[in-house]
Protein backbone atom coordinates (compact mmCIF):
# COMPACT_ATOMS: atom_id res chain seq x y z
CA UNK A 1 0.00 0.00 0.00
CA UNK A 2 1.12 3.26 -0.84
CA UNK A 3 0.77 6.79 1.23
CA UNK A 4 0.14 10.19 -0.64
CA UNK A 5 0.91 13.83 -0.06
CA UNK A 6 -1.07 16.31 -2.87
CA UNK A 7 -1.46 19.37 -4.05
CA UNK A 8 -5.30 20.96 -5.22
CA UNK A 9 -6.14 24.31 -6.44
CA UNK A 10 -9.33 25.28 -5.79
CA UNK A 11 -11.63 27.26 -8.04
CA UNK A 12 -10.46 30.61 -5.93
CA UNK A 13 -7.20 29.77 -6.85
CA UNK A 14 -6.00 28.81 -3.45
CA UNK A 15 -3.94 25.30 -2.43
CA UNK A 16 -5.28 22.52 -0.86
CA UNK A 17 -2.28 19.91 0.86
CA UNK A 18 -3.44 16.65 2.07
CA UNK A 19 -2.53 13.00 1.99
CA UNK A 20 -4.36 9.69 1.91
CA UNK A 21 -3.93 6.10 0.91
CA UNK A 22 -6.64 6.14 -2.02
CA UNK A 23 -5.91 9.57 -4.03
CA UNK A 24 -8.84 8.09 -6.44
CA UNK A 25 -11.53 8.22 -3.92
CA UNK A 26 -10.20 11.32 -2.14
CA UNK A 27 -10.66 12.72 -4.94
CA UNK A 28 -13.75 12.08 -5.73
CA UNK A 29 -14.75 13.28 -2.34
CA UNK A 30 -13.39 16.39 -2.76
CA UNK A 31 -15.06 17.25 -5.88
CA UNK A 32 -18.27 15.74 -4.78
CA UNK A 33 -18.26 17.75 -1.25
CA UNK A 34 -18.58 14.45 0.43
CA UNK A 35 -16.78 15.18 3.38
CA UNK A 36 -16.93 19.26 4.46
CA UNK A 37 -13.50 20.72 4.47
CA UNK A 38 -11.57 23.59 2.63
CA UNK A 39 -12.42 22.17 -0.34
CA UNK A 40 -16.21 21.87 0.08
CA UNK A 41 -17.01 25.60 -0.85
CA UNK A 42 -14.31 26.19 -3.74
CA UNK A 43 -15.41 23.64 -6.17
CA UNK A 44 -14.12 22.78 -8.37
CA UNK A 45 -10.91 21.71 -7.57
CA UNK A 46 -7.76 20.60 -9.35
CA UNK A 47 -5.03 18.24 -8.40
CA UNK A 48 -1.79 19.56 -9.06
CA UNK A 49 0.30 17.08 -7.88
CA UNK A 50 1.15 14.19 -5.45
CA UNK A 51 3.79 12.20 -4.36
CA UNK A 52 3.72 8.60 -2.71
CA UNK A 53 5.86 7.64 0.57
CA UNK A 54 5.84 4.27 2.13
CA UNK A 55 4.13 5.07 5.14
CA UNK A 56 1.47 7.49 6.26
CA UNK A 57 3.32 8.77 9.15
CA UNK A 58 5.92 9.82 6.10
CA UNK A 59 2.66 11.47 4.00
CA UNK A 60 1.81 13.35 6.89
CA UNK A 61 5.07 14.70 7.42
CA UNK A 62 5.32 15.65 4.09
CA UNK A 63 1.73 16.97 4.30
CA UNK A 64 2.54 19.05 7.45
CA UNK A 65 5.60 20.71 5.86
CA UNK A 66 3.70 21.78 2.56
CA UNK A 67 1.32 23.05 4.18
CA UNK A 68 4.31 25.48 5.98
CA UNK A 69 5.64 26.33 3.27
CA UNK A 70 4.50 29.93 1.08
CA UNK A 71 3.42 29.95 -2.12
CA UNK A 72 5.98 30.38 -3.86
CA UNK A 73 7.57 27.42 -2.10
CA UNK A 74 4.55 25.83 -3.39
CA UNK A 75 5.06 26.84 -6.75
CA UNK A 76 8.71 25.56 -6.84
CA UNK A 77 8.22 21.90 -5.86
CA UNK A 78 5.20 22.11 -8.48
CA UNK A 79 7.14 22.79 -11.20
CA UNK A 80 10.14 20.93 -9.59
CA UNK A 81 12.58 23.41 -9.33
CA UNK A 82 14.44 22.22 -6.72
CA UNK A 83 17.30 24.95 -7.10
CA UNK A 84 14.60 27.64 -6.40
CA UNK A 85 13.51 25.61 -3.17
CA UNK A 86 16.58 25.27 -1.93
CA UNK A 87 16.85 29.11 -2.27
CA UNK A 88 13.28 30.06 -0.61
CA UNK A 89 15.43 28.08 2.57
CA UNK A 90 13.72 25.48 4.62
CA UNK A 91 14.53 21.72 3.69
CA UNK A 92 12.38 19.48 1.44
CA UNK A 93 11.31 16.03 1.53
CA UNK A 94 12.83 14.96 -1.62
Known amino acids: MAFYVYLLRCSDGSYYVGHTDDIETRMAQH ?8 TS ?7 LK ?15 QLKGW ?8 LAGDFEELRR ?3 KTFN
Do not use: C, D, I, N
Open 31 to 38: QSAAVRSY
Open 41 to 47: TRLPVEL
Open 50 to 64: SESFVTREEALTAEQ
Open 70 to 77: SRKKKEAW
Open 88 to 90: LGK
